[in-house]
């Protein structure tokens, strides 16, 4: 449980500071785990603590695409250091990643598998999330899930107890109610940090014992192990404790710079400490049922939520680690809830759970466009009983919309963990659209002759990109000079405003761009003192050649694989169109004689230029 917090605490101070440093855009960092994720579903979990980072690590990805790489070997592997290797322009210091982020790794620096080839052959994939078992690289997808029996579905004693904690709550309360309508249960004991003085829960107290249930409702932190102990001590020895459900959770939401060690304690504590607890205090029991509720959060890696998918990921090693020990458990990794904003007055947010328990109407629109759909109260639960009959420790009971996806893949968005469930187009389209994309807006920008016009091409591309992420269907709801926090981003919808507008201009963006530039304009300022031909950056016309300084760096990066080779030749054959321009200019002989090597060359001629020519 400590070393759990010390791990996600340690991530994210390492995080941080990395960022701090402004590294150049060709740089990645990759962190090291050992035996903190689940590959096949008997697999345990060696290093309970190690999954937090995951989490952490996975909302951390989303918010700086293409920066962080997280790779699993297995516990009796060793791991070392690299510094540059293979022509990786860098990778920060391994070992002392891995020292960093998990307990007992005082002997990472002297370990050595996780070798140059090791690491060549993770960035030659291309993913951002890899396990190293019996030497394959294995990448996370989303399958869908077999349907089980409905007779496998454990019968749950009506002599025994249930406990729920967070079953004051929204989604307490509907599995409380259905346990008792549905599966017969008597006897509840249901618990919170406010117990009987949260809102409405006297009545529903009253409500599920004209139903037919004893039902006991204790104020009690589960994070607390001996409040916890006190409140298990009391169950009546005719009724022992026969399932635990798992719902409480706090969330706290802000972009992984803003976060603080209070702030990811805050929400680590109802998740990581509480399930610790209860997996101790209940390990001896013969339980039909031990359900934790976790967050798609965790699996995707929402952004502006590292420390609620932290606290998450270990709830889904838990079960992965009570399976291996023959214990009872399943993960149920919630997407969104239809009615989670008609939660009771009063009810706290942590109770409503799912991804989105804090989320705003924009948030929610952004969930929407990303594919994910809500789950009404009467399917969430047919869900939930489909998974006491799973064998799975982790499942992953979300809506997905198809069409949503699809369109996320046709535009080069598609998340990685959905290309099981979505065929992709063609790698190369979707980079030749993101290129042409921000070369058009760069050659656009350059022909406009008048600065104002300039600024007012920005304006409306920011101004349509924020209307965008709000559902607004015109830019013009959109006001240039107020506040984008004011007309209701949040960190999220900043995250998301930043992404769009860096595929958009190719530039690579601040996360904290809504909170240094508040309003549209500011922003359409900010893109043309950056973007070349807009009026503020240094042209590159005058011989200043720093721009190939750049390119070293990003060849620097880029590996064998063939979809990264595409990206670089796309760019290559961009640079050359408008080297071939400058030459009807009039250019010189040797010039051209270059461009008419490069023009018809194939990948394999290109990277070879690239190793005699730029080094």
Known sequence: MAAAHQAARHALELVQRWLGTEPAPAERLLLVTRGAMAVRPDDGVADLAGATVWGLLRSTQSEHPGRFILLDIEQTGETGQADRVGGISHISDVGHVVQEVGPAREEAESQGAVTAEVIQAVLATGEPQLALRDGALLSPRLVRATEEAPAATPRLDPDATVLVTGGTGALGRQVARHLVTEHGVRHLLLTSRRGLDASGAGAFRDELVALGAAVTVATCDAADREALAEVLAGVPDEHPLGAVIHVAGVTDDGVVESLTPDRLATVLRPKVDAAWNLHLATREHELAAFVLYSSYAATIGNAGQANYSAGNAYLDALAAHRRAQGLSAVSLAWGLWADEAERPAGTEPEAVSGVTATLGAADRARLVRS?????????????????????????????????????????????????????????????????????????????????????????????????????????????????????????????????????????????????????????????????????????????????????????????????????????????????????????????????????????????????????
């Open 371 to 615: 594919g994910i759909g809500a789950l009404s109260p009467a399917e969430g639960l047919e869900l939930f009983d489909t998974a006491l009959a799973s064998d799975r420790p982790l499942l992953v009971p979300v809506r997905l919309d198809p069409a949503a996806l699809r369109a996320r893949a046709e535009a080069g968005e598609l998340h990685h963990l959905y290309r099981s469930l979505v065929k992709q187009p063609l790698r190369r389209a979707a980079v030749r659209a993101e290129v042409d994309g921000a070369e058009a807006l760069r050659k656009k920008l350059a022909a406009v002759g008048e600065e104002p016009e300039r600024t007012r091409l920005l304006l409306e591309l920011v101004r349509a990109e924020a209307a965008a992420i709000l559902g607004h269907s015109s830019p013009n709801a959109v006001e240039s000079g107020r506040g984008l926090l004011d007309m209701g981003f949040d960190s999220l919808t900043a995250v998301e405003l930043r992404n769009r507008l860096g595929a958009a201009t190719g530039l690579r963006l601040p996360t904290t761009l809504v909170f240094d530039h508040p309003t549209p304009s500011a922003i359409a300022e900010l893109l043309r003192s950056e973007l070349p031909g807009a009026g503020g950056a240094p042209s590159r016309g005058s011989g200043d050649l720093s721009a190939l300084d750049t390119l070293e760096a990003e060849i620097s990066a880029i590996s064998a694989d063939e979809a990264l080779r595409t990206h670089l030749r796309l760019r290559l054959e961009a640079a050359l169109e408008r080297v071939i321009g400058l030459e009807s200019e009039g250019g010189h002989g040797e010039e051209k004689d270059l461009t008419g090597r490069l023009d018809g060359a194939t990948d394999d001629e290109i990277f070879d230029f690239i190793d005699s020519e730029l080094g």
